[in-house]
Structures are given as structure tokens and as C-alpha cells.
């Protein structure tokens, strides 16, 4: 009997990438892959490791699916991700319910660890993190056919205090322009329309491999094959954001108007102790210049609140900075002490409870901003990549060019005549905190 196999993934789209390629390499070796748990003979559980809330979903979820080997037909739980990279000998003492593991630069070997921990073996394939994967490996995308994210590059070279990421993907490697764009053109006769570049720094793409910045070049050349329709911008670390990069997206009309650039605090003296690069007047004069050369851009950024030493001076200052910054779209998180980072020797940490009460604090401050940039749209017309059709209130929902897959707003459209799949020239006639409403155009 074929074995079947489900996998689940936890964590950021980086994470999911990797669980593509290792259902790519399952599939290729002839088992079945299953949507539903309880139907699975094998589970692997690509697990995250990055915060404390993080490491809790990974191993309840282990827990979680080692229950179908009592409930269902599971003969194998298998384990792979960050959390492994870190924990590798943790999870296999304190986890009897683990059959095998494999770690973030292992994981194109994860059909011999399947096989071996079918064979009553409990293999630990956990090595150097450092492994780069190309389009010949094979994929099995998993999000909707019309969309996909690309892994640009691996690993990280910033040591910012607080971040495990380097311990868990090692130091930062650049894929080749060629695999890269290969690897575009293969989502694009599959009829993906729309290609997310991801990286843990994407802005630093190419130092490593052409010893120079390479994304503007990476964008045009992504941008120039035929089918993609928008190409998405994540995660652009604001150390290396030049003007030639701005010049990129403002004149390359494939390239969305999005910018994803993580700024994590305001104030200079927690920017020093996270050991970011530049000031808050380097930030303030690198969005000028952006939103300068692209007016209609949408910028989305993420705050750490309650790090060590944010004091509530500090805290009432990143208020304002938000404020009179109006980013388009911000995530807030708590911040979690992460062993082996720098930042975990820091005093003066701030109290649970009063990390919880800023973080919602702000996230209210940024409601009110959002709202105030959604209502900017209304009578304009923009495109629109429709996603799905609501037949209980008889609309279809999509996204715009402004906002990214699962994180940001939704845009829902009467009137409209699209396929799904398709972009549609909607024009807005209601917005609200996050999300808009408006009427296809033919």
C-alpha cells in the first residue's frame, strides 16, 4: 500500500516554500500526499522556532498530530524546521511521540527520513543549515494557482540582537539571478500571475554572490517574463535600501507599489540596543525619498514593543512617529527573549503586561491611520486580482496591488465579471479599516 502523507506548516512563507519542495520530493518518490491528517500514514510537521508564541504552536501541534497514531492510521511523525535546527536534541529526549527530524539545511533528504522512520529507525538529520535550493528541485505550490513566493535568497548577516534566525538559517546566500528566473518562468506556465520575492533581507540580494546589490537588476529581469503580471516586494531590510532600488519600482510598471521594509522601532536608543542600522532621521529621510519618487505607494513595516529598556518615554514617542508617519499597513509584536541572542543579557525588561497593553495600543493607533489612507481610494480606479466569489453576499474578493496575501486588506467587488484568477479594474466606492469595496469596471 502506498503510504500517505500529510504536511503541515507552520510559521512564515519561507517556511512554506520549503514545505512545497519537500511535498515536491515526496510526491516524486511515489507516496500520496493528503489534505486531511486523520487519512495520513506519515505527517511532517515544518515547524517555526523564531519566538516564544512560535515554539508553543510547534510542539502543541506535535502533540497534536501524534494523537492520529492512536485515532487514525499514523505510523510516522516526522519533524522539520527551525525548531529543529535549534532543538534538535531537546526534541528527540523529551518527544518520544518523534519518529525522525530534520533540520533547515537538511530537509532535501527528507524522503530517506521518511523511509527510514517507517522502517522502525528514528533518524536526526540535522547538519549545517546551510543549503540552497534551485529550480530543479521539484515543487508542489500550495497556494492559489495564480500566486507563489519565490525564495530569493537564505540566511541573514545582521545580527540584530534579538533575532535567533541566523542560528537557525545560517549566514545570508543569494541565489543566482538564472535559478531565480528559471524558477519564475516555471510558476508562470503554471498560471501564476502574481510572484512574491521573499528573503530574510532582501535588499542585500546579490553581495554575496555578484559583490554588489542585485535586486533592482533581479526585479527587471523577474518583471520581463511573460504571463507574471505583478511582482511583490517583501521584507526589505532599510540598511541597504538605495535610490536606484526607488528608481526600480517607481519606472518598472510590473514591480507593485508595495514595499514590506521591517523598521522594528523609532527611537535611536532602542534601535542601537537591537543593533539596527541607521537613525530614526535616517528612516524619516529614506521614506521622504520613497514616497517622493512613489507617490501612490503602500508601505508596510512591523514595531517590536517592550524591549529591554523602552522606557514609557519611548513608547509614547514611537506613538507619535506612527502617527505622523501613516504607514499604510504595520504589524506590532511583543518582544520574546530568544536564548543565545545578545538581547536576552540586556536589563531593564518590561513586564509582560505592559508589552501586551502597547501592543494594543498601537495596533489602535494604526486602525485609525489605516482607515484614514483606505478613504484616500474611494472614487479612484485600481486593479484588483480577484480571489474567490462570497455567494452569500454576492461579491467577489480580491487584493490589490497595495496588499499582500493573508496579511494585509481584502477588496470586495460587485458588479464584477472576472474570473477567478483574474485582475479586474475595480473602482472604490467604500473603505473601511482595513478593507475596501467598490464596482468592477468591464
Given at each position: 500500500?502506498?503510504?500517505?502523507?500529510?504536511?503541515?506548516?507552520?510559521?512564515?512563507?519561507?517556511?512554506?516554500?520549503?514545505?512545497?519542495?519537500?511535498?515536491?520530493?515526496?510526491?516524486?518518490?511515489?507516496?500520496?500526499?493528503?489534505?486531511?491528517?486523520?487519512?495520513?500514514?506519515?505527517?511532517?510537521?515544518?515547524?517555526?522556532?523564531?519566538?516564544?508564541?512560535?515554539?508553543?504552536?510547534?510542539?502543541?501541534?506535535?502533540?497534536?498530530?501524534?494523537?492520529?497514531?492512536?485515532?487514525?492510521?499514523?505510523?510516522?511523525?516526522?519533524?522539520?524546521?527551525?525548531?529543529?535546527?535549534?532543538?534538535?536534541?531537546?526534541?528527540?529526549?523529551?518527544?518520544?511521540?518523534?519518529?525522525?527530524?530534520?533540520?533547515?539545511?537538511?530537509?532535501?533528504?527528507?524522503?530517506?527520513?521518511?523511509?527510514?522512520?517507517?522502517?522502525?529507525?528514528?533518524?536526526?538529520?540535522?547538519?549545517?543549515?546551510?543549503?540552497?535550493?534551485?529550480?530543479?528541485?521539484?515543487?508542489?505550490?500550495?497556494?492559489p494557482r495564480y500566486t507563489a513566493y519565490v525564495k530569493?535568497?537564505?540566511?541573514?548577516?545582521?545580527?540584530?540582537?534579538?533575532?535567533?534566525?541566523?542560528?537557525?538559517?545560517?549566514?545570508?546566500?543569494?541565489?543566482?539571478?538564472?535559478?531565480?528566473?528559471?524558477?519564475?518562468?516555471?510558476?508562470?506556465?503554471?498560471?501564476?500571475?502574481?510572484?512574491?520575492?521573499?528573503?530574510?533581507?532582501?535588499?542585500?540580494?546579490?553581495?554575496?554572490?555578484?559583490?554588489?546589490?542585485?535586486?533592482?537588476?533581479?526585479?527587471?529581469?523577474?518583471?520581463?517574463?511573460?504571463?507574471?503580471?505583478?511582482?511583490?516586494?517583501?521584507?526589505?531590510?532599510?540598511?541597504?535600501?538605495?535610490?536606484?532600488?526607488?528608481?526600480?519600482?517607481?519606472?518598472?510598471?510590473?514591480?507593485?507599489?508595495?514595499?514590506?521594509?521591517?523598521?522594528?522601532?523609532?527611537?535611536?536608543?532602542?534601535?542601537?540596543?537591537?543593533?539596527?542600522?541607521?537613525?530614526?532621521?535616517?528612516?524619516?529621510?529614506?521614506?521622504?525619498?520613497?514616497?517622493?519618487?512613489?507617490?501612490?505607494?503602500?508601505?508596510?513595516?512591523?514595531?517590536?514593543?517592550?524591549?529591554?529598556?523602552?522606557?514609557?518615554?519611548?513608547?509614547?514617542?514611537?506613538?507619535?512617529?506612527?502617527?505622523?508617519?501613516?504607514?499604510?499597513?504595520?504589524?506590532?509584536?511583543?518582544?520574546?527573549?530568544?536564548?543565545?541572542t545578545p538581547a536576552v543579557?540586556?536589563?531593564?525588561?518590561?513586564?509582560?503586561?505592559?508589552?501586551?497593553?502597547?501592543?494594543?495600543?498601537?495596533?489602535?493607533?494604526?486602525?485609525?491611520?489605516?482607515?484614514?489612507?483606505?478613504?484616500?481610494?474611494?472614487?479612484?480606479?485600481?486593479?484588483?486580482?480577484?480571489?474567490?466569489?462570497?455567494?452569500?453576499?454576492?461579491?467577489?474578493?480580491?487584493?490589490?496591488?497595495?496588499?499582500?496575501?493573508?496579511?494585509?486588506?481584502?477588496?470586495?467587488?460587485?458588479?464584477?465579471?472576472?474570473?477567478?484568477?483574474?485582475?479586474?479594474?475595480?473602482?472604490?466606492?467604500?473603505?473601511?479599516?482595513?478593507?475596501?469595496?467598490?464596482?468592477?469596471?468591464?
Amino acid at each position: 500500500m502506498t503510504e500517505r502523507v500529510k504536511v503541515v506548516t507552520l510559521g512564515c512563507e519561507k517556511n512554506l516554500v520549503d514545505s512545497e519542495i519537500m511535498s515536491g520530493l515526496i510526491d516524486a518518490r511515489g507516496y500520496q500526499l493528503v489534505d486531511q491528517a486523520d487519512d495520513a500514514t506519515v505527517i511532517i510537521v515544518n515547524t517555526c522556532g523564531f519566538i516564544d508564541a512560535a515554539k508553543e504552536e510547534s510542539v502543541n501541534t506535535i502533540l497534536d498530530m501524534a494523537e492520529f497514531k492512536q485515532t487514525g492510521r499514523l505510523k510516522a511523525l516526522i519533524v522539520s524546521g527551525c525548531l529543529t535546527q535549534r532543538y534538535k536534541k531537546q526534541l528527540m529526549e523529551e518527544m518520544p511521540e518523534i519518529d525522525g527530524i530534520v533540520g533547515t539545511g537538511d530537509f532535501h533528504h527528507i524522503t530517506d527520513i521518511v523511509d527510514e522512520a517507517l522502517n522502525g529507525k528514528r533518524p536526526v538529520k540535522v547538519g549545517n543549515p546551510a543549503f540552497d535550493y534551485d529550480q530543479k528541485l521539484p515543487r508542489l505550490v500550495t497556494t492559489p494557482r495564480y500566486t507563489a513566493y519565490v525564495k530569493i535568497a537564505e540566511g541573514c548577516d545582521n545580527a540584530c540582537t534579538f533575532c535567533s534566525i541566523p542560528i537557525m538559517r545560517g549566514k545570508f546566500r543569494s541565489r543566482s539571478i538564472e535559478s531565480i528566473v528559471a524558477e519564475v518562468q516555471q510558476l508562470a506556465d503554471q498560471g501564476v500571475k502574481e510572484v512574491s520575492l521573499i528573503a530574510q533581507d532582501s535588499t542585500n540580494y546579490g553581495t554575496d554572490l555578484y559583490d554588489k546589490f542585485m535586486l533592482p537588476e533581479l526585479l527587471n529581469r523577474v518583471s520581463e517574463v511573460e504571463g507574471i503580471a505583478w511582482v511583490r516586494l517583501h521584507y526589505a531590510y532599510p540598511g541597504f535600501f538605495s535610490d536606484e532600488l526607488i528608481e526600480t519600482i517607481a519606472n518598472n510598471p510590473k514591480v507593485c507599489n508595495y514595499i514590506d521594509m521591517p523598521l522594528q522601532h523609532s527611537e535611536d536608543s532602542i534601535l542601537k540596543r537591537m543593533r539596527r542600522p541607521g537613525r530614526q532621521t535616517d528612516t524619516r529621510a529614506l521614506v521622504q525619498r520613497i514616497r517622493s519618487r512613489i507617490p501612490d505607494v503602500a508601505l508596510r513595516t512591523s514595531i517590536i514593543v517592550g524591549f529591554p529598556g523602552e522606557t514609557e518615554e519611548d513608547f509614547e514617542r514611537l506613538c507619535d512617529f506612527v502617527r505622523e508617519m501613516k504607514f499604510d499597513r504595520l504589524g506590532v509584536f511583543t518582544y520574546s527573549p530568544e536564548e543565545d541572542t545578545p538581547a536576552v543579557r540586556l536589563p531593564n525588561e518590561v513586564p509582560e503586561d505592559v508589552k501586551e497593553w502597547r501592543s494594543n495600543t498601537l495596533m489602535e493607533i494604526q486602525r485609525q491611520v489605516s482607515k484614514e489612507l483606505n478613504g484616500k481610494h474611494i472614487g479612484k480606479e485600481i486593479d484588483v486580482l480577484v480571489e474567490r466569489y462570497d455567494g452569500r453576499s454576492d461579491v467577489y474578493v480580491g487584493r490589490s496591488a497595495y496588499d499582500a496575501p493573508e496579511i494585509d486588506g481584502e477588496v470586495f467587488i460587485s458588479k464584477c465579471k472576472a474570473a477567478i484568477g483574474e485582475i479586474q479594474r475595480v473602482r472604490i466606492t467604500h473603505a473601511y479599516e482595513f478593507d475596501m469595496s467598490g464596482e468592477g469596471l468591464s
